[in-house]
């Protein structure tokens, strides 16, 4: 019996796992967590708009039809690829085929002392601590000694200015001058003072650069304070430094980088500045024939690709038929071509842009394709019910359903 593993259970390692199905090969899926994670809407966990279990599966759950694959729930430490064994653990487990889906952390750039006061957005986890952060900011700004101490607990600043920082901006002014708006007796949150600082010299660099400009004016106009060509040269309990501007800020997040997963490291490769893995065409490292690198954890040479969901879905599937290809003995793929799904990012709850190839589009239009291109690639249909109730709801009526303050382990 063929062995194929599967080290992720990201957008990538599942399309793998989904795709091989059929195959007459033991599928064996690993993964640090118990459950697979619609990574897009993490912001929405993070600024109170979502429940952390309305954007996470059970990955048992999820293949649980599918009698040729298991699940490990486990940290892989290392890979033999001249032996063909996966370090689970203490525990080696041999392969024939190894895909390696596991995605990225955040990057500080060389200054990983930052995580503690800026955290990143990768995970549940991340998404919890930042929307306690932000929470608790509040509590402890209505119970303030000095107006100076409000003012910093009531200053936010984002610091990246793609996709997810221009995400959180937009949500974060919301909640603050929407939904929180009325809870409070002794502050203001609508006083809240929101950064989005980006050292390049536009947001949304990815996109077009009159996307950008749109983008910049909205948020200017929900209230954010847009900072560009800047860098962040310090992240620390008092706030940030930008250039020579030392700014308090009760609450930093990051939003500037990422780092891949330590997978060039176990396969003995040099990995390019942020650790991923050059893989070819076939989307195989260099010599080594047996071995599948998809998603964040990869570039590939020649033709590097953004690092969204459609990449990481798309590379799973073509790797599944090349594997697939090679068990059965027929005709390898052709090698493979990312097909354009567009760019997409959301500003607030009124407005989004989009770029599909020639297509711009913006404004509110855009925010419902978005929230429809979203809701599709929900795994369940049970949670793209909650997820369009908790929208629709959100939109009416200015609230956010999910303010729980968790994890504290004393009062503030």
Known sequence: MHRVIIVGAGFGGLAVAKGLARLPAEITLID??????????LYQVATAGLSPADIAWPIRRL?????????????????????????????????????IATG???????????????????????????????????????????????ARLLTIAIVGGGPTGVEMAGAVAELARRALAADFREIDPRQTRVLLLEAGPRLLPSFPEELSRYTEAALRRLGVEVRLGKAVTRCGADGVTLGDEVIEAGT???????????????????????????????????????????????????????????????????????????VLGSQEPPP?????????????????????????LKGRLAWWLWGAAHIYFLVSLRNRLIVVTQWLWSYLAFERGARLITGLKRLP
């Open 336 to 360: 493979f071509v990312y097909r354009d799904r567009g760019l997409l990012a959301t500003i607030g709850r009124r407005a989004a842009v989009i770029s599909y190839r020639r297509m711009r």
């Open 252 to 326: 930093i997040i990051w939003a500037a980088g990422v780092t891949a997963s330590p997978a060039a490291r176990w396969l003995g490769i040099a990995g390019d500045r942020a650790g991923r893995v050059p893989v070819g065409p076939d989307l195989r490292p260099a010599g080594l024939d047996d071995v599948y690198v998809i998603g964040d954890t990869a570039i590939v040479r020649g033709a590097p690709l953004p690092g969204i969901a459609p990449v990481a879905k798309q590379q799973g599937a073509y790797v599944a038929h090349a594997i697939q290809a090679r």
């Open 63 to 99: 293949v649980r039809s599918q009698r040729n694959a298991r699940v490990l729930l486990g940290e892989v430490t290392g890979v033999d690829p001249l032996r063909k064994v996966v370090r689970l653990g203490g525990r080696p487990m041999a392969y024939d085929w190894l895909v």
């Open 32 to 41: 640090r967590q118990n459950h697979h994670l619609f990574q897009p809407l």
């Open 104 to 150: 990225a952390s955040h990057g500080y750039f060389g200054h990983e002392d930052w995580a503690e006061h800026a955290p990143g957005l990768k995970d549940l986890d991340d998404a919890t601590r930042i929307r306690r952060q932000l929470l608790l900011a509040f509590e402890r700004a209505e119970m303030a000694s000095s107006p100076e101490l409000c």
